[in-house]
């Protein structure tokens, strides 16, 4: 697994995230997306056997063990500080579908052909049907009891900071208000042009659809491989999550960066690390408590 520099200096994070991107430039497309795939097959390797719950134990993880809900909510009722770092898991319980896993949308369609700038500029119709796709089927989707948790703990914490990498847009429909979407929103299409950004909720939207300003080709405002998130929201979560007595971690695999060394750098800052997901992942290890099971079953009796 990747490892990130545990530095707690931002500057210093990125500038080593921008050496490995160079490293992963060097390398093909194909061969960066081999290795993203080699990951995640790793990851969810991981799942009966790879990591067995007795070990975790031993590390005094609490797989679902009623203490390890007890103490988390005692730490979240205490907190002042609270970051929350959410993934396709909270809304699998939605019934919108994840990336990685037997049922994820990577089983079926090629990450490299569709969630990279090269493909949209090589075939940008066809990103855009399967956009489509996902975006008819989010559209009949609604948040879930996990996702209304995390609203009534951003009105309970005092500093709170809601950082997801879901492009549903199921936490601002909620009602979650300090949030940063790291990886966008399906519902917003940029200019490839001139870069505006816009809303667009037509289902299906018309293909090739083109900006009201100058007529460029729209994209969907979302982060693919290979592009840098925008820095705005990677300031404010990075400083959520350095600055946090406790982070709350649902439904991510902990693979994708830089999300994914999220974990360490509170861990490493002093905070209170806790996830949620249905499965054993990297940052099982690195968390204080590991809960297993459904976001839906597991944040609402957090509270
Ligand atoms: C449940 C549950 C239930 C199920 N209850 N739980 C080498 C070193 C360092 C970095 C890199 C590197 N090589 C490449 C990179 C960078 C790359 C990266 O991290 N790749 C890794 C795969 C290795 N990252 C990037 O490129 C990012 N940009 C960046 O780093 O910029 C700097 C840079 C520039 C150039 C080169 C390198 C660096 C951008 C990442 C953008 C990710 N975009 C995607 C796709 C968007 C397309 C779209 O949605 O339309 O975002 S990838 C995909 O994965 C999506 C997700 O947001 C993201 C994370 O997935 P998530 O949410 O974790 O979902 P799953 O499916 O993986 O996991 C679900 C989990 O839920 C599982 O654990 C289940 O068990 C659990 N679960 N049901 C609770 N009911
Ligand atoms: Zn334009």
Known sequence: MLALGLTADLT????????????????????RTNRA?????????YGSE???????????????????????????????????????????????????????????????????????????????????WRRELIATKSPNAAHYALVELERRVERFWLITQNVDGLHPVAGSQKLSEIHGNIWKVRCTQCGQVGTNRA??????????????????HIVWFGESLDPVDLERSFSAVRSCEVLLIV??????????????????????????????????????????GRAKDIVPVLL
């Open 203 to 220: 289902v299906p939207i018309l293909i090739p659809p083109r900006c009201p300003t100058c007529n460029g080709l729209l994209r969907p």
């Open 50 to 132: 790879g990591w067995g719950f007795n070990s975790l134990r031993a590390r005094h993880h609490h797989m679902g063990h009623p203490v390890a809900v007890q103490e988390l909510k005692a730490r979240l009722a205490g907190a002042r500080a609270v970051a929350v770092l959410t993934g396709a898991g909270i809304s699998a319980d939605s019934g919108v579908p994840t990336f990685r896993g037997a049922d994820g949308l990577w089983q079926t369609h090629r990450a490299e052909d569709l969630a990279t700038p090269e493909a949209f500029a090589r075939d940008p119709r066809l990103v855009w049907e399967w956009y489509n």
């Open 12 to 31: 210093a994070l990125l500038k080593d995230l921008y050496k490995r991107a160079g490293l992963a430039h060097a390398a093909c497309l194909s061969d």
């Open 251 to 292: 439904g991510t695999s902990g693979i994708v960066y830089p999300a994914a060394s999220f974990a360490s750098l509170a861990k490493e800052a002093g905070a209170f690390v806790a996830e949620v997901n249905l499965d054993p992942t990297p940052n099982t290890q690195i968390v204080d408590v590991a809960i297993q």
């Open 37 to 45: 795939r080699s990951s995640m097959d790793r990851a969810s390797d």
